[in-house]
């Protein structure tokens, strides 16, 4: 199994190439092919989840893999996983399967969405595995593209300026990260290891000054916030949030799901592989400043997505709140808060994507998304009496995204308020508001849209189908089980954060 990584990295570009040789007109097939590839790689990574040591703390040395690749400028083929990394790989192959079924009325090219769809897969897992900084950027910059074009072609009304406007925004960050990664090589002398991210690791840049403007900065504080930026526009970092609720209501369903579930994701996974190890001192020095970004985003995100009539933006900045919570646990620092916050970036990736999927669902009857329309007037009612299979799975979801005990978001939510409490007790003592707000506008969503009189509208929709059932059952499960038993992945991860954590401490 040592080129484990290679067949999970590489094997949905070999569905681009199968795709690509399929005429257009076999419509059925492309949809197959995709499906096809999307759950062969799923099942590859469930193999990586076997193949896991729990007991080492670094990357798994089994599944390393470095090769050479422009040895003129050390920059290697550089692929590892360890227990940060690797509960993100599993979501990634689990929701980009599950995205498949759920595009299967695409009429629109679907050879050209599905091709994107596969190319996008690639570069996440590219993201997540790559142990060489030059080789993160390229995957971290191509992922653009197929976004780009997945919401500018096949995305809503307003599709080219939420294409554009994301596009901008993630350019822009990735434009601070370029200039870090080049200010790290010459820092490390061109060396061998100037852009292997392991050898970077520790505060070797900690004593470090640069000359800039004719004035003199400590190196690490100032790139530490190069690429602290680069990484908050993605998931999203309050005031660099913009671009988000314009993406996710402009997309369809299926990249919409992938933009909650995995790409917001990419950001706090920088912070972990990159900003936090390679500059553990100012990471601890501006703790206090990230934390007060994670509370704002936590606020700020809930009293939007309260003022939400339109439930795939309430759904949007539900995203951001939550994520908040997230940025306050890494900010911690501390053993409970760290492990709390990869666990939500799960959790939050799988309660999420099934809210996103249900919005879709409702949305292919409705054409439409409105809790209130502009006029007024009620947009959904009485949908618990005339579709309750779709209403269990919507319990199911929203009580996860609430936090309710028993299901996914609660045990992550509390181990992250548990680690956090002792070394920011105001700033948790707010963010619990948060939570109060969010149960305020899910719930005040739910009496909207269920209860009432069946309107006219709603005795015409259909409840779920089989395939909409069998692509919400994982999740469903997912979110379930994972709250009464998050043993699985807190397994995987406990030593790798347990490491990072030592790192910061010593700081």
């Known amino acids: 199994m040592h080129r484990l990584l290679d067949w999970i990295l590489w094997l949905p570009m070999i569905g681009v190439l199968a795709l690509l040789l399929t005429p257009k007109e076999m419509t059925r097939g492309i949809k197959y092919i995709s499906l096809f590839f999307t759950f062969l790689t799923f099942l590859l990574t469930l193999c990586l989840y076997g193949q896991f040591d729990t007991s080492l703390a670094g990357m798994q040395p089994h599944l390393e893999i470095n090769h050479p690749w422009i040895p003129s400028f050390n920059i290697f083929y550089h692929l590892g996983v360890d227990g940060i990394s690797t509960p993100m790989i599993i979501l990634t192959g689990l929701l980009f399967f599950l995205c498949v079924p759920c595009s299967w009325k695409i009429e629109k090219s679907p050879k050209g969405f599905f091709a994107l769809l596969l190319m996008l897969e690639t570069t996440v897992f590219g993201v997540f595995m790559s142990l060489d900084f030059f080789l993160f950027y390229v995957f971290w910059e191509v992922m653009l593209l197929p976004m780009f074009f997945l919401i500018g072609v096949w995305g ?15 350019f822009f960050g990735s434009v601070l990260m370029l200039v870090g990664m080049i200010a790290l090589y010459y820092a490390s002398g061109k060396d061998v290891d100037s852009f292997n991210l392991l050898a970077l690791h520790g505060g070797r840049f900690s004593n470090l000054t ?184 919507f319990i199911i979801g929203m009580f996860a995204s609430l936090g309710l005990p028993g299901l996914s978001g609660f045990i992550s939510e509390a181990l992250i308020f548990l ?53 919400m ?33 010593q700081r």
């Open 156 to 170: 809503g009304e307003n599709r080219e300026y939420a294409a554009i406007k994301f596009f901008l925004y993630t």
């Open 210 to 393: 640069i000359d800039l403007f004719g004035s003199t900065f400590a190196f690490d504080k100032l790139f530490f916030w190069a690429l602290f930026i680069g990484f908050a526009i993605k998931v999203p970092v309050f005031p660099f949030h913009t671009w988000l609720p314009h993406a996710h209501v402009q997309a369809p369903t299926a990249i919409s799901v992938i933009l909650a579930g995995v790409l917001l994701k990419m950001g706090t996974y920088g912070f972990l592989r990159i900003s936090f190890p390679i500059f553990p001192q100012a990471s601890v020095y501006f703790a206090e400043t990230i934390a007060i970004l994670g509370l704002i985003n936590v606020l700020y995100g809930a009293f939007c997505a309260m003022a939400q009539k339109d439930i795939k933006r309430l759904v949007a900045y539900s995203s951001v709140s939550h994520m908040g919570f997230v940025m306050m646990g890494l900010a911690a620092m501390t053993v409970p808060s760290m492990n709390g916050a990869v666990l939500q970036m799960f959790n939050h990736g799988t309660s999420t994507a099934m809210m996103f999927l249900l919005v879709g669902i409702l949305y292919e009857r409705s054409h439409h998304r409105w809790i209130v329309k502009p006029d007024g007037s009620k947009g959904f009612s009485g949908l618990a009496t005339h579709l309750p299979k779709y209403t269990i799975f």
């Open 419 to 471: 680690g956090t409490f002792p070394r920011f007790t105001t700033l948790t003592t707010l963010a619990v508001i948060g939570l109060l707000i969010g149960a305020a506008y899910l719930l005040w969503m739910y009496k909207r849209m269920f209860f009432g009189e069946v309107s006219s509208d709603v005795k015409e929709y259909t409840d779920m189908d089989c395939r909409e059932i069998l692509y």
């Open 473 to 505: 059952l994982p999740l469903g499960i997912a979110v379930v089980v994972f709250g009464i038993f998050p043993n699985p992945i807190l397994d995987i991860m406990r030593a790798s954060v347990g490491n990072l954590v030592q790192l910061l401490a």
